[in-house]
């Protein structure tokens, strides 16, 4: 099964997505990995050279390529499924997961985490959970079209790895 997690930056797609992976025996492709080998940068060095347009087209065209793969645990990108048709590209190839998680909690993780991520990097210790609800208000009706929603608030990584491979345990026998 080819296995797309969604949700925003933050939220555990990469971290998770590794872990489940290796549970499962498949293989882990993270999309803004793939991206920065193809285009030989770093996220926040195609960020500053093609601006955010450039990098949603990279984003789309390594998608794109993606949807061939027969199985695979897929951490994509925060941003991926709210453009283009990427939410309706991945919810036909696969299983779309979203993580879940509170503004909250996505900026007490983000606070370290945010130097990588060029949407975020400029923004002051006050203005990042603003910018972060704003964000995820305007992104949720993207992310809600995941085939399984997991409310990841409170919740522990290994916890959240077993739902997943519990729900696809319960879809092979159907
Ligand atoms: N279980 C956890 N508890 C607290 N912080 C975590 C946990 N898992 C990941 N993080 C932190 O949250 C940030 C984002 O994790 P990551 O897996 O990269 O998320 P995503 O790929 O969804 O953006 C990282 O800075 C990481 O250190
Ligand atoms: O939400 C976004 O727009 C982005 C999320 C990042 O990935 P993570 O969700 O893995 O942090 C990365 O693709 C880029 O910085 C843009
Ligand atoms: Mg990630």
Do not use: W
């Not at 955010?52 to 951490?75: D, M």
């Amino acid at each position: 099964m080819l296995i797309f997690l969604v949700g925003y930056m933050g939220c555990g797609k990469s971290t998770i997505g590794r872990t489940l992976a290796k549970q499962l025996g498949v293989r882990f492709l993270d999309m803004d990995t793939l991206l920065e080998q193809r285009c030989g940068k770093s996220v926040a060095e195609i960020f500053t050279e093609t601006g955010e347009t450039g990098f949603r087209q990279s984003e789309r065209e390594v998608l794109a390529e993606l949807t061939s793969e027969r199985e695979a645990i897929v951490a994509t990108g925060g941003g991926a499924p709210c453009f283009f048709d990427n939410m309706e590209t991945m919810n036909r190839a696969g299983l779309t997961v979203y993580f879940k998680m509170s503004p909250e909690k996505l900026a007490g993780r983000l606070e370290h985490g945010k130097a990588k991520r060029p949407l975020l990097r400029d923004k002051s210790e006050e203005e990042l959970i603003g910018f972060i609800r704003e964000n995820v208000a305007k992104r949720e009706k993207y992310y809600m079209q995941a085939k399984l929603i997991i409310d990841c608030d409170g919740v522990r990584d290994d916890y959240i790895a077993h739902h997943i491979a519990e729900y696809i345990e319960t879809k092979k026998e159907q």
